[in-house]
């Protein structure tokens, strides 16, 4: 157990229509990332949070917008779904988002399909 | 932010150890390396991180040159249940670090 909580595990939903997916970081961890894993694209980051704010953007589609919460926990919104949005969804935490590199804790992951 | 390039796939056989090789040509001077191991529909995890020589864990080892235009994962006696794919990730040199991934290494060990 990373210590990293995404829910939901599975969401199942229609095109053209609105999810939220939730990220609670490890205790006391500061940066969010959220990933992006579908079988033809690989491991594709999103965006970054740090300590409530945005520090980066990556592949992220204007469809798509995330926040990160005083508590830190995070939320990955995704909206007019297409098909091609059918992916896992991943969420990552670690203590800071700046200076050395640092271990990356991943949680489970939420398997989205759009049908 | 340095690129990395590592075997698409590998192939072993249970209790043979197991090395995968990762290029980093363009690491700057205060990167670091890691490798993490991904299972099916699973996150990835860390396995292991060094800078410089040589670092072992509980699970793996790490041999980086002194040039660190590449580094080694090494995996002791391979296991049916070390078969995933495995990513080798340079960054976290200074200022906001993201942990990027390529397409990482399919390891399938088999009996």
């Known amino acids: 157990d990373s210590g990293v909580t995404q829910t939901p595990k599975h969401l199942i939903t229609a095109t053209g229509q609105r999810v939220t997916l939730r990220c609670s970081p490890r205790?006391?961890?500061?940066?969010v990332y959220w990933y992006q894993q579908s079988l033809d694209q690989g491991l594709q980051f999103l965006i970054h949070?740090?300590?409530?704010?945005?520090?980066a953007k990556g592949n992220i589609l204007e469809r798509f917008s995330a926040q990160q919460f005083p508590d830190l926990h995070s939320e990955l919104n995704l909206s007019s779904l297409e098909l091609g949005d059918s992916a896992l969804y991943f969420c990552?935490?670690?203590?800071?988002?700046?200076?050395?590199?640092?271990?990356?804790?991943f949680g489970q992951g939420t398997r989205l399909t759009v049908v | 932010l340095a690129k990395t390039t590592q075997p698409i796939s590998m192939d072993s056989y249970e209790g043979q150890e197991v090395n995968i090789t990762c290029s980093h040509n363009?690491?700057?001077?205060?990167?670091?390396i890691t490798w993490y191991q991904q299972f099916p529909s699973q996150g990835p995890r860390f396995i292991i991180q060094?800078?410089?020589t040589k670092v072992t864990n509980e699970v793996a080892s790490l041999f980086i040159p002194a040039d660190r235009k590449s580094s080694t994962l090494s995996l002791p006696r391979v296991s049916l249940s070390d078969t995933a794919v495995y990513y080798c990730?340079?960054?976290?040199?200074?200022?906001?670090?993201?942990?990027?991934f390529g397409r990482g290494t399919s390891l399938i060990v088999h009996p």
């Open positions: 205790s006391g961890d500061l940066s």
């Open positions: 990552a935490s670690s203590k800071r988002g700046q200076e050395l590199n640092t271990e990356a804790f």
């Open positions: 060094g800078y410089k």
């Open positions: 990730l340079v960054g976290g040199g200074g200022g906001s670090y993201i942990p990027t």
């Open positions: 949070y740090y300590n409530g704010e945005e520090r």
């Open positions: 363009n690491i700057a001077t205060n990167d670091y």
